[in-house]
């Protein structure tokens, strides 16, 4: 059952979803929301630009689209993705026409990247490599 049905009415019918543990993932959620020091961007944002993650144009976020088969793998991914972001209490901006996601990470809080976008932005692409 989800933690927050009393806020969520409707959401009971996730409790037996499919998602992929974050153990076999090799991801680490315990990351700060502060925002990414020069030295963070080029170590660990280096890769995720270099997967296809772009910087957004006028702020300090990442943005990616994902090709699905159709819209039934599509939206599996997402709820992947939401579970996870869900669990973390870290949301991503993102968008669904039939077969296409696309997908922005920005820490609000921090006004900016943090290993919070970091990191799901590699469950991402991690659950996306599983599909």
């Not at 969520?8 to 996730?14: A, D």
């Not at 037996?16 to 974050?22: K, L, M």
């Not at 090799?26 to 990351?31: A, E, H, K, P, W």
């Given at each position: ?5 009393s806020e ?7 409790s ?7 153990a ?12 990414l ?9 280096a ?27 599509a ?14 209490d870290?949301h ?8 296409r ?10 006004g900016?990247?943090?290993l ?8 991402c ?7």
């Open positions: 059952m989800c933690p927050h049905e969520c009415p409707g959401t009971s019918g996730l037996g979803a499919s998602v992929i543990p974050s076999s993932l090799n991801v680490d959620y315990s990351s700060s929301g502060e925002k020091t020069e030295q963070q961007r080029a170590s660990e944002l890769p995720l630009l270099a997967a296809g993650w772009v910087m957004v144009e006028g702020r300090d976020a990442i943005v990616k689209t994902f090709t699905f088969q159709d819209f039934i793998q939206w599996g991914w997402m709820s992947r993705v939401a579970l996870q972001s869900e669990k973390n870290h991503p901006e993102w968008n669904n026409v039939y077969n996601v696309e997908v922005t990470w920005s820490t609000h809080d921090c900016g990247l943090s919070k976008d970091v990191k799901l932005a590699t469950f692409d991690q659950a996306y490599a599983k599909n």
